[in-house]
């Protein structure tokens, strides 16, 4: 349907102290006055986040940088030993992801656009051990790799969310030129697929022992996904994905399932002429919620917190074009409302994602990128 714990402590810590203290803006929303506050900056194209257990975050940088973040907003040097990067266009370092075991293993997992040769990439994913102190990446292997490869910039996708068996979906662009593909279960173009953490087909994927299929594939007719997150309550994977002009959709990807790119759609291509049958066909799968006209999604959480507990349950979503946060509230399986924040930054929201403290941190994707965090005002 359409609408026009002892480290929660450690993190309260002022992330973002004195010298960042006027860098801030007082925004009302529907449910809570928030203050949005810079806590890093001088970041280039940041794409991904995630915590570390001591307190730092762990930031790509889309040219092909690997940062940590310290709690006063220091910036690292590059973290070194990273894969063969392709930074063209929308390719480069992409997202990142902690092993569930990361306290015993010190595994990160990266997606990015790989240097394929002759002027071609795909999007990877490669894991590897940071050492102790946190300046290199060690014993790297590229765990996957999407086929074909091809010489074009876009859609590489990508977000990694682990589910609760330890298995880790990745989410894969169509490549923009490759489109029809998207439809073909021989290729991992426009799909979502679900792989082993050293890589390989996850046990129970539906096209495991299927002639002519990849046996990776969870999900396929997907345009770019670049939001996924797992439901706090189902463990279900949900994801938002770009359309053209219009048709952004919401997504809950089920195994094998079709969800009809570029078949159906509910946006028109960029030249305005229709694209596909239509916005349903027997047989394909209908989103959740839609946008019309685009708000070109990227980054997603569900909230789970208790510092904004008129947002629990709800799911924050980062737009590029639309510069803005939206707040879906969910019923079950059902998007049941929206509200739309932070139009007044005026910043291009990457990634969305909820802190150990319960506040919520941005990635704004510019030139001079900022890691913004957004607390209660009182």
């Known amino acids: 349907m359409k609408f026009s714990l002892a480290l929660g402590c450690l993190?309260?810590?002022?992330?973002?102290?004195?010298?960042?203290?006027q860098d801030t803006q007082r925004v009302r929303t529907d449910k809570v006055e928030v203050i949005v506050e810079t806590v890093a900056r001088g970041?280039?194209?940041?794409?991904?986040?995630?915590?570390?257990p001591d307190g730092r975050m762990l930031v790509t940088e889309r040219p092909g940088r690997l940062r940590t973040v310290a709690p006063d907003g220091t910036l690292s040097e590059p973290i070194k030993g990273l894969p063969q990067i392709a930074a063209r266009r929308q390719g480069g370092l992409l997202d990142v992801a902690l092993d569930p075991n990361f306290s015993q293993n010190r595994l990160v997992y990266l997606s990015y656009a790989e240097d394929r040769r002759e002027g071609k990439a795909g999007t990877s994913v490669a894991r590897a051990?940071?050492?102790?102190?946190?300046?290199?990446?060690?014993?790297?292997?590229?765990i996957f790799r999407?086929?074909?490869?091809?010489?074009?910039g876009n859609h590489f996708g990508s977000r990694l969310v682990f589910d609760r068996e330890g298995n880790l979906f990745v989410t894969l662009g169509d490549r923009f030129d490759l489109r029809e593909q998207a439809q073909n279960p021989a290729n991992h173009i426009g799909k979502i697929v679900r792989i082993k953490p050293e890589g390989g087909a996850a046990p129970g994927n539906p096209f495991l022992g299927r002639e002519g299929a990849r046996p990776e594939i969870w999900s396929l007719g997907h345009r770019n996904v670049q939001s996924a997150a797992l439901h706090p309550a189902s463990g279900e994977l949900w994801t938002?994905?770009?359309?053209?002009?219009?048709g952004d959709e919401v997504n809950i990807p089920q195994p094998g399932k079709n969800y009809g790119w570029p078949v159906i759609s509910y946006g028109v291509d960029y030249s305005g002429a229709k694209i596909g049958e239509g916005t349903a066909k027997s047989g394909l799968q209908q989103p959740v919620y839609y946008w019309d006209p685009s708000i070109a999604p990227s980054g997603m959480t569900f909230y789970t917190g208790n510092r904004f507990p008129g947002w629990h349950g709800s799911i924050l979503v980062g737009a590029l074009s639309g510069r803005l946060v939206s707040r879906l509230e969910v019923d079950g399986n059902r998007v049941t409302g929206e509200e739309r924040m932070l139009q007044n930054l005026g910043e291009r929201i990457r990634d969305v994602r909820q802190g150990p403290d319960?506040?919520?941190?941005l990635l704004t994707d510019s030139s001079q990128g900022r890691i913004l965090r957004m607390r209660p005002a009182d």
């Open 11 to 21: 993190l309260a810590f002022s992330f973002g102290s004195a010298a960042q203290a």
């Open 43 to 52: 970041l280039e194209h940041p794409w991904g986040l995630t915590f570390l």
């Open 129 to 142: 051990r940071l050492n102790e102190d946190g300046t290199a990446l060690e014993s790297l292997q590229v």
């Open 146 to 152: 999407q086929e074909p490869s091809y010489s074009g």
């Open 240 to 246: 938002v994905e770009h359309g053209a002009r219009g």
């Open 358 to 361: 319960g506040l919520i941190y």
